[in-house]
């Protein structure tokens, strides 16, 4: 009986601890799209100095977040990611419109193939 029950805390554990990383993808994809969107906005309106400012703050906290997530998530999607927000402020600062959407297209891409791959389906386990 004792067994039954340690396995049953282990997995209880497990799914508890891949709730939290799930949740913590989550929490990390919409703060990454909402400024995505915020600096889109401004750069729309014309505003590239405050969008460099804001590309620049984002690439900051993806470097801080990135490592909470890094441990669960493959390696080459995040690389992708990574790379992609660091060209943002770059393209910004150059006044490199295209080029910045379409690296902010692909952030936008990207994370959410990370999310939905992520995500407690039958179809990602089997």
């Not at 890094?70 to 393209?91: C, E, M, N, W």
Request: proline share 2%; net charge negative; aromatic share 10%.
């Amino acid at each position: 009986m004792k067994r039954f029950i340690i396995c049953i805390l282990l997995v209880v554990g497990l799914i508890w601890a891949g709730d939290w990383t799930f949740d913590r993808l989550t929490e990390v994809k919409d703060h990454v799209l909402a400024e995505i969107d915020g600096i889109s906005q401004l750069v729309e309106r014309g505003e590239m100095q405050a969008a460099w400012e804001r590309a620049s703050a984002l690439q900051q906290d993806w470097e801080e977040n990135e490592h909470s997530i890094l441990a669960f998530v493959r390696h080459g999607d995040l690389d992708q990611v990574t790379l992609s927000i660091a060209k943002l402020p770059g393209y910004l600062r150059y006044g490199e419109i295209p080029s910045f959407a379409a690296e902010a297209n692909t952030v936008r891409r990207m994370l959410i193939h990370i999310w939905e791959s992520e995500q407690f389906a039958l179809s990602n386990i089997v």
